[in-house]
């Protein structure tokens, strides 16, 4: 009987024709985006057309990018941490320190991945354990961890040493080693969340963790799984960012948090959990520099892209709330 | 004794009796901690974040939040800034309405993103935390404003006072304070922004314009913020672009929720608020006594931050217990 009754809805909702389940969702928009930025900023100067200098351009905002991956599984799982911008800097810190003071190198790296791995313990603990929510949970860490980062370093930078200086300059196939790490890790993660059982679960608990509890799904563990990868991906984004400037200061990335989340959702994460790929991500990635070099190009103040990048997000929340409104199964 | 217990399990007795452990235990080891010289510091630090508390606390007693508090302060105080400047005669008191009518503008806008396209506030504010800051560099064309341009009678408010030596811009806060209370306890504003953080769902059953109470709220948000933005040009009689203002709702939602404002909505009292505002004063003007560098401040607040929360959840689940036993 009531096989019959879903049977007879399902064949009341028509099914969406193929091209529009294809076309019409957000990647396909932040693709178009990407395509229309980059004709229109290779107006602005040939030196767009250049790939090795939009790949350069890449490396400044690489380590970013590779956490906006990861923070958006955690998005999808219906959490958010707008602490790992911080997190960065804090690790960065406690790596510079740590071998300022005279630790070996391999062994200051391995002291900040798991400062990194605590502060994603510390998110989760509260979060999770606790039950409080993530957003004010990781304000509060924010504030915490980059106050932690000012008490290491006060207002000097760190240096650090020479032979640790320039993961950007290093190529493997005429393209930067951050820009291949970015690339491995959208792969990676892109399999684990598309192809893999913890995948679906994660969309699982996104969509509905009442749900997902019932069928079986340990909800709190993997939550806790996504935010200590995301600690630890955080401190290794911190140290290349180490790398790549030289020295380290407190205020390392600061305000990050805005681009990281603005990445997620202009790849059409859906703010509320559930919905969001990888791909969508690593697009908005690529649109972003796109944007800001694009903005740069044409000398406008760096304080026009932060207004720039504030109107993006909006824009962006609204498509993407528009598009799933449009296509609610 | 059932008085006394009613009393002391309110949440604002907790804050109150950390206030006067902290202050104990610092006067025990710098006795002048304890005179009216620092209670004019506390004080002192603490008037524009008790506006901008005021003001989170109405936007989080909504189950909403709203981060750009900060760049609504900067923009506001620049545009006042601005104004002294090209128009040097002006009365100095015009600056009070442009600031709050500007703040008040602002507001709107985040009222408007949130109520028309139902989007989460903590996003549209998110974003328009970094707009408002960019646009007050478009405005002033990335330049300061200077001492010299703030009228004097502005920066004689922080200093001057009309009643027992207590400063005015000291004055105006708790005023505001007093403002707020009569809204939140005595208005059907009050009553409406109470019901509609306490359960969404409900309010408009319930006959509340949700929309309305909405948009009143964020409003009000960034008319509070806009005064606090001419007190800081009174304060510290310069305006800067990239400073004035940055991390400011950092601090205004850390007094909140030390004050006990649930982030849950629907829960939160104005002499909490004012007692967390008073709890970062004290700690703020603790620190340079105690010959602890300002640069940990960050981290103690963000640390008094996380205490807060763990602590409003030990009360909250207490008091689900006692109501559950009350009920058997």
């Known amino acids: 009987m009531t096989d019959s009754a879903q049977s007879a809805i399902r064949e009341l909702a028509p099914a969406r024709p193929t091209w529009h389940v294809v076309l019409v969702r957000p990647e396909t928009m932040t693709f178009l985006l990407l395509i229309f930025g980059l004709v229109g900023a290779s107006f602005l100067s040939p030196f767009f057309l250049d790939a090795s200098y939009i790949l350069r351009s890449f490396t400044l905002t690489a380590e970013m990018s590779i956490v906006a991956l990861v923070l958006t599984m955690v998005v999808i799982s219906g959490e958010i941490d707008l602490s790992p911008a911080a997190n960065m800097a804090l690790s960065a810190c406690i790596f510079a320190w740590a071998q300022e003071a005279g630790t070996p190198l391999p062994l200051a790296v391995i002291v900040g991945l798991l400062a990194g791995l605590a502060m994603g313990a510390l998110n989760a603990f509260m979060s999770i354990r606790m039950q409080l929510p993530s957003i004010i949970v990781t304000i509060g860490t924010l504030i915490f961890y980059r106050g932690l980062a000012q008490v290491i370093a006060g207002d000097r930078s760190i240096r650090v040493p020479d032979s640790f200086i320039g993961i950007n300059t290093i190529m493997i196939a005429g393209i930067p080693l951050p820009v291949v790490i970015f690339v491995g890790v959208a792969v990676l993660l892109g399999l684990v969340l598309g192809t893999t059982v913890v995948g679906r679960q994660i969309y699982q608990i996104g969509t509905n963790q009442a749900a997902a509890l019932h069928a079986g799904i340990n909800a709190k563990r993997i939550k806790v799984g996504l935010f200590l990868v995301l600690g630890v991906v955080s401190a290794a984004a911190g140290m290349m960012a180490a790398s790549r400037l030289g020295s380290v200061r407190y205020d390392l990335v600061l305000g990050g948090e805005l681009q990281m989340v603005l990445m997620a959702m202009l790849g059409g994460t859906y703010i509320f959990g559930g919905r969001g790929t990888i791909l969508g991500t690593f697009l908005a990635a690529w649109l972003l520099v796109i944007v800001s070099t694009g903005m740069t190009v044409a000398n406008l103040l760096p304080a026009i892209q932060l207004t720039v990048l504030g109107i993006l997000l909006i824009v962006a929340i609204i498509a993407t709330n528009f598009i799933y409104a449009r296509t609610q199964r | ?328």
């Not at chain 2, 969404?200 to 109470?213: C, Y």
């Not at chain 2, 964020?218 to 005064?227: P, R, V």
């Not at chain 2, 931050?305 to 009350?326: E, F, H, N, P, Y």
Request: overall charge positive; glycine content about 12%; some cysteine.
């Open chain 2, 1 to 328: 004794m059932t008085f006394l217990r009613s009393i002391l399990l309110r949440r604002e007795a907790g804050i109150l009796i950390m206030i006067v452990i902290f202050c104990a235990a610092v006067g025990l080891y710098k006795p002048q901690f304890l005179t009216g010289q620092s209670l004019r510091i506390v004080l002192l630090l603490t008037p524009l974040i008790m506006i901008g508390a005021m003001a989170q606390m109405l936007v989080l007693v909504a189950r909403h939040v709203d981060l750009s508090i900060g760049s609504m302060l900067g923009f506001s105080a620049m545009v006042v800034g601005l104004m002294y400047r090209e128009i040097p005669d002006i009365y100095w008191l015009v600056g009070f309405p442009v600031a709050i009518l500007t703040g008040a503008i602002l507001g709107l806008g985040n009222g408007l993103l949130v109520t028309i396209f139902k989007l989460p506030s903590i996003i549209v504010t998110l974003g328009t935390l970094s707009l408002y800051r960019g646009l007050t560099f478009i405005i002033s064309d990335a330049r300061q404003i200077n001492r010299s341009v703030i009228p004097t009678e502005l920066k004689a408010m922080s200093r001057t006072s009309p009643i027992f030596d207590i400063p005015w811009i000291i004055l105006i806060a708790f005023g505001i304070a007093g403002i707020t209370y009569v809204i939140a306890r005595h208005t059907q504003l009050g009553r409406q922004i109470y019901a509609l953080g306490s359960n969404p769902e409900a309010a408009p059953l319930r006959g509340i314009d949700v929309t309305k109470v909405t948009l009143i709220v964020f409003t009000l948000a960034g008319a509070l913020s806009g005064l606090a933005g001419i007190l800081y040009a009174s304060r510290w009689g310069f305006v800067n672009p990239s400073n004035t203002g940055a991390g400011f709702e950092f601090q205004v939602i850390a007094a909140v929720v030390i004050g006990g404002v649930s982030i849950n909505g629907g829960v939160g009292t104005v002499m909490g608020t004012v007692l967390g505002v008073l709890l970062l004063g004290c700690v703020a003007a603790a620190l340079p006594l105690l010959g602890i560098p300002g640069s940990t401040q960050n981290a103690i607040y963000g640390a008094v931050i996380l205490i807060a929360l763990l602590i409003d959840r030990s009360v909250r689940q207490r008091g689900m217990i006692s109501v559950a036993g009350a009920a058997k």
